[in-house]
């Protein structure tokens, strides 16, 4: 009678193994989290929300140094820009020279802006105090800007107009085109904006194209946090 095969019993596998097979699981599950979080927030900050650092007191006493904005980037929309709103722009060829193309420095320091490490470059941050067709004035005998001959109320600014002391030092009138804004910066003492490109090509007028987004509110430092509003009287 022939002899039957034996049985084999399978072999267990070592404990050591199990433990390292269950780690690349968990490495494996880990990196495809990260990669999906990575890709989520890249879109959500191309497409949605940005953030940026404020690194100028041009904006002082509404924004101040140091501080983070969050900046809405389906700005300006269908109904374009708006007087009084806080917008983020690449000043490239306007307000500092069109340098025409990627560089080392810039690559680092967009890449430094895109890990919470510093500022993007050539960004500023300004009020929008006129947009196509509008016709900015400065000033009137009580030291108020005017927007096509109407006299603005702005409470944002560190002291209210006087003849002392009007909104801007530089008397000017600025039509402008389509496609364009006119900004300025609300400490008007110190703010570089559209008054000092006035004899430059464009005349101080910043193209709608290079808005970034529009700053809706402060998100850092934690104890400062705060809504940004826009509109003018």
Same mark, same amino acid.
């Given at each position: 009678m022939p002899? *039957?095969?034996?049985?084999?019993?399978?072999?267990s596998e070592?404990?050591?193994?199990?433990?390292? *097979?269950?780690?690349?699981?968990?490495? !494996?599950?880990g990196g495809v989290v990260l990669l999906f979080?990575?890709?989520? *927030?890249?879109?959500?900050?191309?497409?949605?929300?940005?953030? !940026?650092?404020?690194? /100028?007191?041009?904006?002082d006493p509404t924004l101040r140094d140091g501080e983070r904005i969050a900046v809405a980037k389906n700005y300006p929309g269908?109904?374009?820009? /708006?007087?009084?709103?806080?917008?983020v722009f690449d000043g490239e060829g306007s307000f500092t020279p069109y340098q025409g193309g990627p560089s080392m420095v810039r690559t680092l320091e967009t890449l430094g802006?895109?890990?919470g490490l510093g500022s993007a470059p050539d960004v500023y941050v300004k009020r929008v105090l006129g947009a196509e067709g509008d016709v900015v004035a400065c000033c009137t005998s009580s030291g108020e800007l005017t927007v096509n001959g109407e006299p603005l109320t702005e409470t944002y600014l560190s002291h209210e107009p006087s003849p002392e002391h009007p909104a801007s030092d530089l008397t000017f009138e600025a039509a402008i085109p389509e496609g364009r804004i006119w900004v300025m910066g609300d400490n008007r003492d110190t703010?570089?904006?559209?008054?000092?490109l006035l004899g430059a090509p464009g005349g101080g007028m910043i193209s709608e194209e290079r808005i970034i987004g529009l700053a809706t509110s402060v998100v850092w430092p934690w104890?400062?946090?705060?809504?940004?509003e826009g509109g003018l009287r």
């Open positions: 002899e *039957s095969p034996e049985t084999s019993e399978p072999r070592p404990r050591g193994s199990r433990l390292l *097979s269950r780690r690349r699981r968990w490495v !494996y599950a979080a990575i890709v989520l *927030s890249t879109l959500i900050r191309v497409f949605a929300v940005d953030f !940026y650092a404020v690194n /100028q007191d041009s904006m269908d109904l374009g820009p /708006q007087r009084g709103d806080i917008v802006h895109w890990v703010s570089v904006d559209s008054r000092d104890e400062d946090r705060r809504g940004l």
